[in-house]
T-cell receptor, first 113, second 117 residues
């Protein structure tokens, strides 16, 4: 199993550009999550999905969009990138329910200049 | 108000000694879970240990144990026999209800552990 994979690993964007961060998992997990980690801080939830076709907002959803057309993939879309979106983005997945740990991808380091 | 508080921005420990990383939490839920994750300098998040609020015994996983004191709302991570490879950022996280019937993790700001040879 590859687990949770994310692409790209690094990206530099100019203000106003758009991009999609890719996330895929091969563990057949129902739940998938996007977090951002700002310098010196813990992770904050951006969006999550409980299954294909079902997504919902987390704590910090503004400036982002998601879709979940398959169980495996959960892309995060940034429209009109802003410097405040400079961060490390983590995708995670688990079976859901109340006890399972979340399995994290390696992260994408995004800089908006 | 912060829901997860890690009061130690940085900690130092000698190799082979034990170290305790502090975590206090705030919740009014009866059912919740507490997790510890390790983030080495390479950046990935590695799950270490889990404690459920109804678990009567402290969780243990190899050299990691969780000192769970429910009345004090603390869930400290104890690493025994520290190794150089334990040098990393450590995050405490709490599972809480989000969106009605789903769950999310709320993270603390982390503690940077440095193991000295």
């Amino acid at each position: 199993n590859a687990g949770v994979t994310q692409t790209p690993k690094f990206r530099i964007l100019k203000i106003g550009q758009s991009m999609t961060l890719q996330c895929a998992q091969d563990m057949n997990h129902n739940y998938m999550y996007w977090y951002r980690q700002d310098p010196g801080m813990g992770l904050k939830l951006i969006y999550y999905s409980v299954g294909a076709g079902i997504t919902d907002k987390g704590e910090v959803p503004n400036g982002y969009n998601v879709s979940r057309s398959t169980t495996e993939d959960f892309p995060l879309r940034l429209e009109l990138a802003a410097p405040s979106q400079t961060s490390v983005y983590f995708c995670a997945s688990n079976w859901g329910g109340s006890y399972n740990e979340q399995f994290f991808g390696p992260g994408t380091r995004l800089t908006v200049l | 108000a912060q829901k997860i508080t890690q009061t130690q921005p940085g900690m130092f420990v000698q190799e082979k000694e034990a170290v305790t990383l502090d975590c206090t939490y705030d919740t009014s839920d009866q059912s919740y879970g507490l997790f510890w994750y390790k983030q080495p300098s390479s950046g990935e998040m590695i799950f270490l240990i889990y404690q459920g609020s109804y678990d009567e015994q402290n969780a243990t996983e190899g050299r990691y144990s969780l000192n769970f004191q429910k009345a004090r709302k603390s869930a400290n991570l104890v690493i025994s026999a520290s190794q150089l490879g334990d040098s990393a950022m450590y995050f405490c996280a709490m599972r809480e209800v989000w969106g009605g019937s789903n769950y999310k993790l709320t993270f603390g700001k982390g503690t940077l552990l440095t193991v000295n040879p």
